[in-house]
């Protein structure tokens, strides 16, 4: 019997739906739709930029029926990819389930069959057809990225599922069978190159691997152990420089066993510290910087050298630090803040300036600049106004981590998502494209679809489309510029 076989015989357990009530991620802005819409000739208030030609698509948790056992924002769900095409300044708005197995089989029986992640249990025979007894949930929920002309809706550290331009899914991703455990959620593209990069953590040795792949698509590195990985830890992010895959290795730890006798699957172990590892582009050793722990979602800039540009072989990445990772994971005070972190490899150590301390999420850049120097980051982030729950925000930021300066944007109305960078087409400068991202009316019926100039965000969306359902909030989405 495997750990898998096992956990679901001992957790045979009757699963009770997830009340609702008690979960803020199951309602009001956060809540499932299930509708599936195709509408056109969206009412823009404002002008859409006539040189954004293209589609801006977001993926986000969107469980298809109602959750049982449990239900962990942002690791359960079933992916929903939302879609705002713009075409010569008119709008039209598609959604779609991402269509997995689980997916399709909970849709014959009428109801949900997988528990939620955290209870470490699948589904046996008795529960549904062989086929997909003791099989774990596909979750394709979290970001959606486009690379050698695929469309990837991507999970957390396992196979993405390909989608067609039209969001129809395709099916599961295997590149060829060169990555059958699969992907990170947060792969990095070199815009210089075309590579992607990218990591995948496992449950048993040897616990992390790195790959790549050419501009064409194909693996060009095979999945490769990182040395020097003695635990299962999860990790979200990573980041890209010129030379090196930048993996953080925060002591968020896998405990199967934990998870078999009604414990959680994930546990947070300070004492154990947090590792950044520098994992040469060519294949080189591992080098490591320690620190105490700190946990990160989401990475931002990240280049070579410190940041003053006179470095020699440190590596600068700016990134959301956080002290745990929430999720009811610890009872300690959980503070956040924007910071520039030189990690210098000869001494095995780093340095973290924050660059702001407000409660940010979702970082992004011009993705144009990934693995270069860059200064730019727009965040989404709860203006403290009001209450409002963890993946909820009210406003944007803009950043210049070199020296500190802000500029904002906070809606009365409106709960916001992850801004998304939209260059302009043939202009290399990042003041003159835009940022977009969706919008949900507070009371939770209808949405926006918001465009700010780069040049001037603090002054408000340039174009807003209104959309006549309800977008929940979600997680990652890019602009993709029309194909021809
Ligand atoms: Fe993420």
Redesign the pocket.
Known sequence: MTASEVAASEARLSFAPVDPATNPHLRGPFESVVTESDLTGLRVVGEVPAELNGSYVRNGPNPRFAPIGSYTYPVDGDGMVHRIRLVDGAASYSNRFVRTPAIEREEQRGHAIWPGVMSGAVPDPADVEPDLAYVTRDLPD??IVRHAGRILALAESDNPFRLSSNLETLGRELFDGALPAGIT??PKIDPLTGEMFTFCYLLEPPYLTWSSLGPDGSVVRPPTPVAGVDAPCMI??MALTSTNLVLFLAPLLFDVHAAMSGGSLLSWQPDRGTRVGLVPRDGGPVRWCTDDAFWL??TANAFDGDADGTGDDRVVVDFVRHDHPGMGLSTAPNTTSLVRTVLDPRSGGMHHSVVDDADIEFPRIDDRSIAGRHDRIAVSTDSGRRTLPIGAADALYWYRPSDGRRKGWISDDLLLGEPAFAARPGDPDPDHGWWMTFATDADATTSQFLVFAASAPDAGPVARVEIPVRVPLG??GNWLPEEH
């Open positions: 979290i970001n959620a947060h979200h992010d979602w989401h997680l990652h």
